[in-house]
């Protein structure tokens, strides 16, 4: 049973239509992307979950991978929140 639920929550992350999660995703355009630091820049749309208004800034992210695919221009839907502190990209996905 335990298996089988895990099973089911990995589907479900996987899944585009479960994407929105707890939070919904954000627009954004990346105007930055900081492999080193695992950074990214972004004009983002307003965060509700943050009650941060639209503006350009820096997220880190929860995982090195997210950068992949990402570059200067890159129009994303994404969800941030505050981990250890620091406002992370928790989920991105290119438009
Ligand atoms: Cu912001």
């Known amino acids: 049973m ?9 589907f479900l992350a ?8 707890d939070h919904p ?5 990346v105007t930055k992307v900081d492999a080193k630091w695992n950074k990214v820049t972004i004009d983002h749309g307003p965060l509700e979950n943050l009650d941060m208004p639209a503006m350009k800034m820096v ?5 090195p991978a997210m ?3 990402l570059s200067e221009g890159s129009k994303v839907r994404f969800v941030a929140d505050r981990m250890n502190g620091k406002l992370t990209v928790t989920e991105i996905e290119v438009q």
């Open 2 to 10: 335990k298996l089988l639920s895990m099973l089911a929550a990995v």
């Open 14 to 21: 996987a899944s585009p239509a479960f994407a929105d999660g």
């Open 25 to 29: 995703m954000t627009d954004g355009t």
């Open 59 to 63: 997220f880190v992210v929860a995982d």
């Open 67 to 69: 950068l992949d695919g």
